[in-house]
């Protein structure tokens, strides 16, 4: 049986069947483009690291990954700078789509204030540990004359006097006054080889003294590269006997080579300093 092919394509219902394919083939091509639109489908980019950057300039680094950002929450967080931002969601180097929204947390613009304790007539050590306890620290020790040792008599804070109760900065460094009792003490510059700086005021302190100048042989890059550096020097040298408060100056590196020299110490026997030699002439003349 012979089909007629020009009566079948003049037929109405077979030019409806094939108007009806036509139609549905063009709504499936466009449904799928449009849900590869929608989705971005294969489009990814990878987010950038934010850390550490203003809000101005994560934009402009958002922008040119065709994403977008939203601030959810703003924390102090020490040492870092004001205003940066310190947490991200999702974090740097995950794969995202287009115009992805990435949740960011930043560094408070103002720097918390903390409550001074109350450690008037409290020992100096257990001064020390309530005032870093609140996230302050003590910069240094001042003797001053006191019937009683050993006792904190007034807390400073750039040459002001403070009250128990008073709101400063948190991380600020205050003078401990602390009372030296009625005679002229002396005390022994324990060593503070091998110990970093932080360390090393934590124990200058428990020997009643002061860390002063403090020497790098290469400047530190951060706080965190500070903190690797070690003692391999000091003045006055280990084991001098020094008044109460007087400061120890001291010199570090990174190289633990610099260790495998002996620690200098001071003995009996060694010879007076220039400055001894000058000290023992003005006792000679008064």
């Known amino acids: 049986m012979k089909i007629d092919i020009k009566k079948l394509l003049v037929n109405p219902y077979v030019i409806s069947l094939g108007a009806m394919i036509v139609i549905i083939i063009i709504l499936y091509v466009a449904t799928l483009s449009w849900i590869d639109s929608y989705t971005n489908h294969g489009e990814k980019v990878i987010v950038p690291d934010l850390s550490d950057l203003t809000l101005d300039e994560a934009e402009v680094a958002l922008r040119e990954k065709n994403l977008k950002y939203s601030v ?7 040492g870092k700078k004001l205003g940066v931002i310190v947490e991200q969601t999702p974090a740097a180097g995950s794969n ?36 870093n306890s609140v996230g ?12 009683y040792k050993d ?61 002063g100048d403090v020497y790098f042989d290469v400047p530190p890059t951060d706080e965190k590269d500070r903190a690797s550096y070690f003692v391999y020097k000091q003045k006055p040298i280990t084991g001098t006997s020094v008044k109460l408060g007087e400061t120890v100056n001291l010199y570090l590196s990174k190289d633990p080579t610099i260790l495998e020299a002996p620690e200098e110490k001071f003995t009996e026997e060694q010879p007076a300093s220039e400055g001894d030699e000058l000290e023992k002439k003005d006792e000679f003349f008064q």
């Open 96 to 131: 995202v789509k287009e115009n992805r929204t990435i949740y960011l947390t930043t560094n408070s613009n103002s720097i918390r204030k903390v409550i001074l304790p109350d450690v008037k007539d409290v020992s100096l050590r257990q001064a020390e540990a309530m005032i």
């Open 136 to 147: 302050l620290k003590v910069d240094s020790i001042a003797y001053v004359p006191s019937q």
């Open 151 to 211: 006792l904190v008599k007034d807390v400073k804070l750039n040459g002001t006097s403070l009250l128990a109760g008073a709101r400063i900065p948190e991380g600020s460094a205050v003078v401990l006054m602390v009372g030296r009792g009625e005679s002229n003490e002396v005390v022994e510059v324990p060593s503070f080889r091998s110990l970093n700086v932080d360390q090393s005021i934590s124990k200058a302190h428990a020997a009643y003294l002061n860390i």
């Open 72 to 78: 959810i929450d703003s924390i102090y967080m020490k």
